[in-house]
């Protein structure tokens, strides 16, 4: 029986009365007073200098005791990455080029990027297996050696073939592949694929047109008529209002906007539910990391106009800005770094490692370095 744990650790619970938070359209809106633009290099530097000192010496990470070792080497590596560091140079080349080797040592013959037979992930490697096939494609894209980049596409293929495979008849994916998971699906795993494909879209690697077609309508299909996604499809194939959940959806929104996709009917209803729902920096909620990883994405590629043009009848005093959120959330994640320069996570088992990395892929957005988080 698949393990279900993680759950409460990608979906948040509903968002209503959490706390006594402000949405974004609020506190956020354009009329506040222009701030003096915060000074984050010194948390990013600490926060970095924390995830090379955690890394094991044979190149991955992991969450406590052992946890999670793929999807934490992949989201930590997106961190080093989103610095400017590459394989060849930089800051954190040594890391980088570790967490690579860790990964293609252990790729599978049938693709599988991890080790399922692993008790830390065997029960959810499709997580270690979308975060490292992010991490991979990113790094491909700018990889210049001939030789590593050869074993690179390879294993890439490979990857994105796996995906495939394990991807259900409904679309989505589960924690393991369709066919040992019982075709169980739900949202976050299949954001997570979903994302990690069409990075490796976009360093060369073919990606079948129906795979991501597939995944796309999935979750439509998870769509409730308020405009949030539900955790995933029961056998009725209903998405009920009052199930959604704000972390998938917000991650829904980054997926729609890292294809083009802002006039998309699907990806405005969705970001009208996580603007309605969604509090920003105003406390901790119930695993929140995840939902702020991809909210950030959202907000970045919106900018300062595009809201305006995908909402042109609302009203400029309350549309979505990215100066807007990143003075506010930046500074809140500032505030919240420990003296290690480490983050805190929010209680589940990836804890801090995740939670560091996350704040910091949040940090180095505007560095624009990582192709998949372009606007």
Wanted: proline share 4%.
């Amino acid at each position: 029986m698949i393990r279900r744990y993680l759950l409460a650790a990608f979906a948040a619970i509903p968002l209503a009365g959490a706390l006594a938070a402000l949405p974004l359209g609020g506190t956020l809106a354009a009329q506040d007073a222009p701030k003096k633009k915060i000074d984050i290099e010194p948390t990013i530097e600490k926060g970095l200098e924390w995830i090379k000192r955690n890394q094991q010496s044979d190149g991955h990470w992991e969450a406590q005791g052992g946890a999670y070792p793929g999807a934490m080497t992949g989201v930590a590596g997106m961190a080093l990455l989103m610095e400017g560091s590459t394989l060849r140079e930089g800051k954190y080349s040594d890391q980088l080029v570790k967490a690579v080797k860790w990964f293609t040592d252990r790729a599978a013959p049938n693709g599988l990027l991890g080790t399922p037979n692993n008790v830390a992930e065997r029960s959810h490697y499709i997580y270690g297996h979308g975060f490292g096939l992010l991490f991979l494609a990113s790094v491909y894209g700018e990889e210049d050696d001939d030789d590593r980049r050869k074993k690179l596409e390879q294993i890439l293929k490979r990857a994105v073939d796996f995906s495939c495979k394990a991807q259900t008849d409904k679309g989505g994916w589960g924690y393991v592949s369709a066919l040992e998971g019982g075709n169980f699906d739900e949202g976050s795993t299949t954001i997570t694929q979903l994302q990690a494909l069409r990075a490796a879209r976009n360093a060369g690697i073919a990606v079948p047109k129906k795979t991501i077609d597939n995944a796309v309508d999935y979750l439509r299909k998870c769509t409730t008529p308020r405009g949030g996604l539900i955790y995933n499809l029961s056998s009725s194939g209903i998405a009920a209002a009052g199930q959604e959940r704000g972390p998938i959806t917000a991650a829904a929104v980054a997926c729609a906007f890292s294809a083009g996709q802002y006039n998309d009917e699907y990806a405005k209803r969705w970001i009208q539910y996580c603007k309605e729902n969604i509090p920003i920096a105003s406390g901790r909620l119930s695993h929140d990391e995840y939902q702020s990883y991809y909210l950030a994405q959202a907000i970045y590629v919106l900018g300062e106009d595009r809201y305006g043009e995908m909402f042109p009848n609302s009203d400029p005093k309350d549309r979505w800005r990215w100066s807007s959120y990143r003075d506010t959330m930046y500074e809140y994640i500032k505030n919240a770094q420990a003296a290690d320069g480490s983050w805190h996570g929010g209680g589940w088992g990836a804890g801090q490692m995740f939670s560091t990395s996350v704040n910091l892929c949040i940090l180095q957005l505007e560095k624009g370095v990582v192709p998949i988080y372009h606007r």
